[in-house]
């Protein structure tokens, strides 16, 4: 192996998802220098579907940033969800009672549209398929990053003032905080999702729950020719033991209301098996290190809130790194942790209470049961119940 030849860089960035892409052009913007440090190839990221339901405020704050041009001109607006259960459809205006609305986009399309406004429009430098990324000194004022690059296989080495860890839930970054000094909250479900794609348009002009004894089944549009479907299954069960045919009928029946157009069926592109879980790292930062997006913290899919809740912390911790870069003001990155804890706990807390909506009536415990329909019926009889939940829905609380 070469030695490494080092080079210096104001900010390192690690992982090229929505968080730190973010977080790159957000200082590109301001000129100052980073690096992005990719582990995929480019191809590979602008084409992996995950995510695509985007907040009002988050494509807002995009559009302020010059990053939501694309996104304004293609996604589709959603103003309503549908919740199924009993055999009846209960369309859920959220539109009508906070006038904000979801954005359906996908994940990869936004992370096309960020990787070409950073690396192409601002010129910024990222390198992808690097390998073996190591993070050391985050204690001091001059902390490094190394990595093995992916055509010479030379190991390289760079010098920072910062490094914002945004490699996601599996990266490296967040086992870069020494023991003792970030507390990890978990939480575990007990329950497995089923997270289909399917090549088929979607089947209603908005999401579907499905709240059924089967267990829960949600339905969300992707684009006009993509569904992402949701099936409740036991946590670690195999994709394999669905097949087409059991998907589809148990779609059917989870999703079943009266008078509701029949599911347009498609071929399965995408079918694994997640085990819900959440974990939140406080705080998100360490020394010059600071976490960004699931990095940080991880939401379950429940209430979509994972791709949100990573826009926001790169918004606040770009606009603190080109405060205290260009100006030396330091109350952005001091205030990081807590101002994006905020939210994450909210979202957290709202996650948790839909996930007892969608899943107590699976239990099989009638107690469960009966308390989890009295908590979506509310959503229909109390004008009160229906205002938070359409707050939470599309977090457009005005302070968390
Ligand atoms: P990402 O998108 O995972 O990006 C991290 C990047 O870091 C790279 N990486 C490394 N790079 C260098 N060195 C290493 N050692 C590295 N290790 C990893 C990875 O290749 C990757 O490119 O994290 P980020 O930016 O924090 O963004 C978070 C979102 O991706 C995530 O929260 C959402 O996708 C979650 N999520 C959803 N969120 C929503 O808001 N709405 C949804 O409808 C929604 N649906 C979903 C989802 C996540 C899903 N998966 C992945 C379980 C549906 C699914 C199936």
């Known amino acids: ?70 996104l304004l001109k293609r996604a589709a607006r959603h103003t309503a969800c549908e919740f199924r259960f ?56 001059r902390p490094t990053v190394s990595y093995t690059d992916a055509e010479t ?9 910062f490094v914002v860890g945004a490699d996601g839930a599996r990266g490296v970054s967040r086992a870069a905080v020494p023991e003792g000094h970030a507390r990890v909250a978990r939480h575990d479900y007990g329950v497995g999702w089923l997270a289909l794609l399917a090549q088929a348009p979607p089947s209603s002009d908005c999401v579907l729950f499905g709240v059924h004894p089967d267990g829960f089944a949600g339905h969300m549009a992707r684009s006009s020719e993509v569904t992402r479907y949701y099936l409740q299954c036991p946590p670690g069960d195999d994709p394999d033991n669905w097949s087409h045919a059991r998907v589809w009928a148990a779609l059917r029946t989870r999703l079943a209301a009266a008078g509701a157009p029949s599911l347009t069926e498609g071929e399965l ?43 926001h912390d790169a918004f606040l911790l770009g606009d603190a790194l080109v405060a205290y870069l260009l100006r030396g003001d330091g109350r952005g990155l001091d205030d990081y942790s807590d101002t994006c804890l905020r939210r994450v706990w909210d979202y957290q807390e709202f996650s948790q209470w839909l996930s007892e909506l969608y899943h107590g009536s699976a239990t099989g415990d009638p107690f469960r049961a009966g308390t989890s329909f009295a908590r979506l019926r509310r959503l229909f009889t109390s004008p009160t119940a229906a205002a938070a939940f359409a707050e939470q829905y599309l977090g457009s609380a005005e302070h968390y």
């Not at 070409?116 to 398929?129: L, N, S, T």
């Not at 296989?153 to 003032?161: A, V």
């Open 269 to 311: 592109i995408e079918k694994r098996v997640l085990d819900l879980h959440d974990y939140v790292v406080e705080p998100m930062s360490y020394g010059r290190l600071f976490l960004a997006g699931d990095a940080a913290h991880l939401i379950a899919p429940i209430a979509a809130k994972g791709l949100n809740l990573a826009l």
């Open 153 to 161: 296989g030379e190991r390289r080495l760079l010098h920072c003032d």
């Open 86 to 141: 009993g055999g009846a459809g209960y369309r859920f205006p959220y539109g009508e009672l906070t006038g904000r609305h979801h954005y359906v986009y996908p994940q990869q399309s936004l992370v096309t549209d960020l990787v070409r406004e950073y690396v192409d429009v601002r010129a910024g430098d990222a390198r992808f398929g690097v390998r073996d990324v190591g993070i050391e000194g985050l204690a001091s004022a």
């Open 1 to 70: 192996m070469n030695s490494p030849s080092p080079e210096r860089v104001p900010v390192v960035v690690i992982g090229a998802g929505p968080a730190g892409l973010t977080v790159g052009t957000l200082l590109r913007a301001a000129s100052v220098d980073c690096v992005v440090l990719e582990a995929e190839s480019r191809a590979v990221i602008e084409q992996r579907p995950r995510a695509g339901v985007l907040e009002d405020w988050a494509v807002l704050a995009l559009d302020r940033r010059g990053l939501g041009h694309q």
